[in-house]
C-alpha cells in the first residue's frame, strides 16, 4: 500500500502543489515584479523529480516471499524469482522508504536488478538492521549453496 502511495498518490500532490503555486503567482501578477515566483516551483520540481526517479520510481509495485522464490508484481506483469537466482541482496540505510535491491544472476522480466520497499516495523532507532534484507541474505546463501 505504502508503494503505491510514494509512487503514484505523493508525487501527484507534490506537483499539484507545485502547479497551483505557480499557476496563484502568475494569475496574481507577481512575475512581473518578482520573477523567483516562476523560477522556484520550476527548480523545486525538478529536484522533486530526480529525487523521485532515483528512490521511488524504480520500486517494484508487490514482492512476496514464498519460500523457495519470490512473487514480483509491477504494473500487472507477475514473474516468479528463486532465492537460487539471485546474487546479491542489499538494504539501503537511512533512505525514505527503505530499500531492498536484489541483483539477479539471471535477469527476469523486470531486469537483472529488482528494487522494492519491504513492510518494515516502525523503530526509533535509525541503524537497525531490515529484518527482512537479513532473512533474505540468509535464505539467498542456503538457496545457492544447494544449487552448487
Known amino acids: ?14 506537483f499539484g502543489f507545485l502547479a497551483v503555486f505557480l499557476m496563484a503567482g502568475v494569475f496574481t501578477g507577481a512575475p512581473v515584479n518578482n520573477p523567483l515566483i516562476l523560477l522556484m516551483p520550476v527548480v523545486i520540481g525538478s529536484i522533486g523529480f530526480l529525487v523521485m526517479k532515483a528512490f521511488v520510481w524504480d520500486l517494484v509495485d508487490e514482492v512476496y516471499d514464498v519460500g523457495d522464490y519470490l512473487v514480483v508484481r509491477n504494473r500487472g506483469e507477475e ?36 528494487v522494492f520497499s519491504p513492510v518494515i516495523p516502525f523503530t526509533l532507532n535509525p541503524f537497525a538492521r531490515n529484518a527482512v534484507a537479513e532473512d533474505l541474505i540468509i535464505r539467498v546463501d542456503r538457496a545457492r549453496s544447494k544449487r552448487r
Open 79 to 114: 514473474d516468479h524469482i528463486p532465492l537460487s537466482n539471485i546474487m546479491n541482496v542489499r538494504a539501503s540505510l537511512f533512505t525514505n522508504p527503505p530499500r531492498i535491491t536484489l541483483k539477479l544472476a539471471i535477469p527476469s522480466k523486470f531486469g537483472d536488478e529488482i
Open 1 to 14: 500500500m505504502m508503494t503505491r502511495f510514494n509512487k503514484k498518490i505523493f508525487p501527484a500532490i507534490w
